[in-house]
């Protein structure tokens, strides 16, 4: 069976720092882009970052550049979510997807989501 994981969410202060985790069962993310979304309450879905594990490429949005780093364990199947100097504005649920074609634009693009993990930064 496949799934994706998500876990490592909670409140902390701004300033603060989280590792998110995703860890997949079922197929091995060496062959997969594995992305992290997030969604705030009444907004629309977005893309934060994902890392292409076919080619070793990463991607970040504007908004968290600097911040988060993404990056995978193989050994682990898992891929992590380093989040510093967190913002409130960064509270959110946060869910991993994984495409097998690469790091797709669109959230249509991906084969496995998780259900998530809550993120909340307090001011």
């Known amino acids: 069976e496949v799934q994706l994981v998500e876990s490592g969410g909670g409140l902390v202060q701004a300033g603060g720092s989280l590792r998110l985790s995703c860890a997949a069962s079922?197929?091995?993310?060496?062959?997969?882009?594995i992305a992290w979304f997030r969604q705030a309450p009444g907004k629309e879905r977005e893309g934060v970052s994902c890392?292409?594990?076919?080619?070793?490429?990463?991607y970040y949005a504007d908004s968290v550049t600097g911040r988060f780093t993404i990056s995978s364990d193989y050994a682990k199947n898992t891929v992590y979510l380093q989040m510093n100097s967190l913002k409130p504005e960064d509270t959110a649920v946060y869910s991993c997807?994984?495409?097998?074609?690469?790091?797709?634009?669109?959230?249509?693009?991906?084969?496995?989501w998780g259900q998530g993990t809550q993120v909340t930064i307090s001011s």
């Open positions: 997807a994984a495409d097998r074609t690469g790091c797709g634009h669109y959230q249509s693009d991906y084969d496995y």
């Open positions: 079922g197929f091995a993310i060496d062959d997969y882009a």
């Open positions: 890392i292409n594990n076919i080619d070793g490429r990463r």
